[in-house]
T-cell receptor, first 115, second 111 residues
Framework: DSGVTQTPKHLITATGQRVTLRCSPR?????VYWYQQSLDQGLQFLIQ???????AKGNILERFSAQQFPDLHSELNLSSLELGDSALYFC??????????????FGPGTRLTVT | DQQVKQNSPSLSVQEGRISILNCDYT??????FLWYKKYPAEGPTFLIS?????DKNEDGRFTVFLNKSAKHLSLHIVPSQPGDSAVYFC??????????FGKGTKLSVKP
């Protein structure tokens, strides 16, 4: 158990809909990262938040947005869903070391199926 | 542009033998590298890391080697056990915060 929790575990929805994925980081971790894993693909970085502020953006679509709340949990919002958005979405957290290795710990993921 | 490449999608090894998983990278700016193990229906689990200023890091049965001149790293598992069967990802990290992952290598350890 990494200490990172994600809900829901599974989500099935229709094209055009909007969903929210939730992540609670490990106790003490200030940084949250969102990754997407599509079929036969590695993990693609979407976005990072640090202590409530957006810190880095990766290959995140404009239809997707995220935020980190004062209690440090984070939500990833996916809207106008398309079939191609079906994937595993992972959240990771870290202490966000600026010196040395900053290990990220991953949650169990949310499997999103868009029909 | 794939900054981190794992060119072997799969590897099969006999129990008790050595497993060697390879990873190549193109981005010289990585400050460190991490290896993760992933079982089906679970999130990636952190395994071992190495700083870009080191050439070797060892933790029990797992050793990671880094060859900066070749932009190559490898994970050695000795001895391999059936429970090691999983997908292994290498990732590069640095000041940018996020990790850049390879596509993974599926390791099968046969009893």
């Amino acid at each position: 158990d990494s200490g990172v929790t994600q809900t829901p575990k599974h989500l099935i929805t229709a094209t055009g809909q909007r969903v929210t994925l939730r992540c609670s980081p490990r106790s003490g971790d200030l940084s949250v990262y969102w990754y997407q894993q599509s079929l036969d693909q590695g993990l693609q970085f979407l976005i990072q938040y640090y202590n409530g502020e957006e810190r880095a953006k990766g290959n995140i679509l404009e239809r997707f947005s995220a935020q980190q709340f004062p209690d440090l949990h984070s939500e990833l919002n996916l809207s106008s869903l398309e079939l191609g958005d079906s994937a595993l979405y992972f959240c990771a957290s870290s202490v966000a070391n600026t010196v040395g290795i900053d290990e990220q710990y991953f949650g169990p993921g949310t499997r999103l199926t868009v029909t | 542009d794939q900054q981190v490449k794992q060119n072997s999608p799969s590897l099969s090894v006999q129990e008790g033998r050595i497993s060697i998983l390879n990873c190549d990278y193109t981005n010289s700016m990585f400050d460190y590298f991490l290896w993760y193990k992933k079982y089906p229906a679970e999130g990636p689990t952190f395994l071992i890391s190495i700083s870009s200023i080191k050439d070797k890091n060892e933790d029990g049965r797992f050793t990671v080697f880094l060859n900066k001149s070749a932009k190559h790293l490898s994970l050695h598992i000795v001895p391999s056990q059936p429970g090691d069967s999983a997908v292994y990802f290498c990732a590069g990290g640095g000041s940018q915060g996020n990790l850049i992952f390879g596509k993974g290598t599926k390791l099968s350890v046969k009893p």
